[in-house]
């Protein structure tokens, strides 16, 4: 239990403009989900498919110290608001000016979750620090995030995600960071957007509006929109920090070579030469690890400390985490990227996949894909276009699960037709039909198209060795 509570009754009816109901509290946490309470926990009782007023008495029989609640309920003390979600706002905004902390967001159509965690872990080296955790992004996310920010935080770091236009401005203002990063632009979300990926550019340099004064704005010069990026940020009157590939740029990749323990990056830094090792081989980790040190520049955490970082960041769980499966047809090795896809990661994705050397003792470079999700009128010619990262990438064979990936599945040439089911969960039953000895696979497709199954079925065929899993990518 911390020394100092998180929040105490008093600063919540403070911060909210509620009113205490029962005796006072201090809370030590604070949570929406009565199944994830832990004594000492702020409960809060948000609305929506079910009342979180419900689970009140459940969340104090847990060990809730308190909630905020939109009427008394039993079992505990609550402060009453009008509303519980923008009470919730509040108290995060109040978390946010309590504390001088040095904050960070981080938002694109690609890589948001993992660069905002390798942030955090050169915020981590650097002193007290906070962040998002999971994919807490949205309108409930953010501001549970900054509530959740102890008054000791130094540095913090925040992802804004978005589904449709408007959402990223209001919750960029909310966190008010001192600097904000766009990794980069594609055609994610594109059917809530008439302009296409224009659009999605124009939601995306609206994370530059919340900037505090002489914030700094960081997003890649290479992605086909930038200059959209560029005039949000000029009109936030933001110092510009760019990463990409050609000259001019303020981080400037030069190489990236991976090798057996990741990946060694040559750039240039503001003029200087650098070169760094990564813990992830991924050819995407160029530029996103010149977009993390840009950032941690603009938090005022040294150079070495940021490199020291990112030589030790391993891929998350569902993005490029790797592990060797023993499976009694002999080992393979596993690339689970089954949490997200979309057309730029794909194509990252293959030609990491293709990058990969077999074992002298044979095998193949196989990818397991289920459906992109979200792509509007665009999603045939997007399906379909993943043939040509697949060819140029070298890659020997191809399952496939959905309606819309059939339609790439129907594009290759025979040679590279592998299973295609109507289903993830129905590929998955065939798990040990993707895969033979020595065999890279990697599964990669939308969360909601369940590529996840498929993953799980295959480190199913086995049980990686203490030492192979989960690992960096090798």
């Known amino acids: 239990m911390p020394d100092t509570p998180l929040w105490t009754s008093a600063e919540i009816a403070a911060a909210t403009g509620g009113t205490l109901s029962g005796a006072a509290f201090e809370a030590t946490g604070i949570t929406y989900n009565s199944r994830e309470i832990a004594p000492g926990d702020l409960f809060l009782a948000l609305k929506g498919a079910r009342d979180g007023h419900d689970f009140a008495a459940a969340a104090f029989a847990a060990g809730a110290a308190g909630a905020i609640t939109e009427h008394p309920v039993e079992g505990g003390p609550s402060v009453v608001v009008a509303d519980t979600l923008r009470a919730l706002e509040a108290l995060g905004m109040a978390a946010r000016d309590r504390t001088p902390a040095r904050r960070g967001a981080v938002t694109g159509s690609v ?107 960081v997003f890649n010069a290479d992605v086909a929109f930038a200059a959209v990026l560029d005039a949000g940020a000029r009109r936030a009157g933001a110092r510009i920090a760019t990463f990409g590939s050609a000259a001019g740029c303020d981080a400037r990749l030069i190489d990236f070579q991976p090798n057996d323990e990741g990946a060694r990056v ?167 039909m993707l895969v033979g000895k020595g065999d890279i696979v990697m599964v990669k497709g939308s969360n909601g198209s369940k590529a996840s199954l498929v993953a799980k079925a295959l480190a199913a065929l086995g049980s990686p060795s203490s030492s192979d899993a989960p690992r960096a990518e090798r």
């Open 111 to 217: 890589g948001k979750t993992s660069v905002t965690q390798a942030i955090k872990a050169g915020l981590d080296l650097a002193g007290p620090s906070h962040a998002s955790i999971k994919s807490y992004n949205n309108h409930i996310g953010v501001p549970l995030t900054l509530s959740r920010m102890p008054r000791t935080t130094e540095r913090a770091v925040f992802e804004i995600g978005m589904n449709a236009p408007g959402e990223i401005a209001p919750l960029s203002k909310m966190v008010r960071p001192h600097a904000a990063c766009v990794t980069t632009v594609g055609p994610v979300h594109i059917e809530a957007f008439a302009d296409g990926e224009a659009g999605v550019a124009a939601e995306k340099a609206a994370i530059f509006e919340g900037l505090a004064d002489n914030g700094v704005a």
């Open 266 to 432: 040559r750039a240039e830094l503001f003029g200087k030469t650098i070169d760094f090792p990564l813990a992830q081989s991924g050819f995407h980790w160029g530029l996103n690890s010149l977009c993390v040190l840009l950032m941690l520049d603009a938090l005022d955490v040294p150079l070495d400390t940021g490199l020291a970082a990112l030589s030790e960041f391993q891929p998350l769980a569902g993005r490029g985490q790797t592990l060797v499966v023993h499976a009694p047809g002999g080992d393979f090795t596993l690339i689970d990227e089954s949490y997200n896809a979309n057309p730029l990661s794909m194509a990252a994705g293959f030609r990491s996949l293709g990058a990969r050397p077999l074992p002298a003792t044979g095998g193949r470079r196989v990818v397991v894909l289920t459906d992109m999700l979200e792509l509007g009128d665009q999603s045939e010619a997007l399906h379909e276009g993943l043939s040509g990262p697949i060819d140029a990438a070298g890659l020997d064979l191809v399952h496939a699960a959905g309606p819309e990936m059939k339609r790439l599945y129907d594009d290759l040439p025979g040679s590279r037709q592998g299973l295609w089911r109507e289903t993830a969960a129905e590929l998955a039953a065939e798990a040990a």
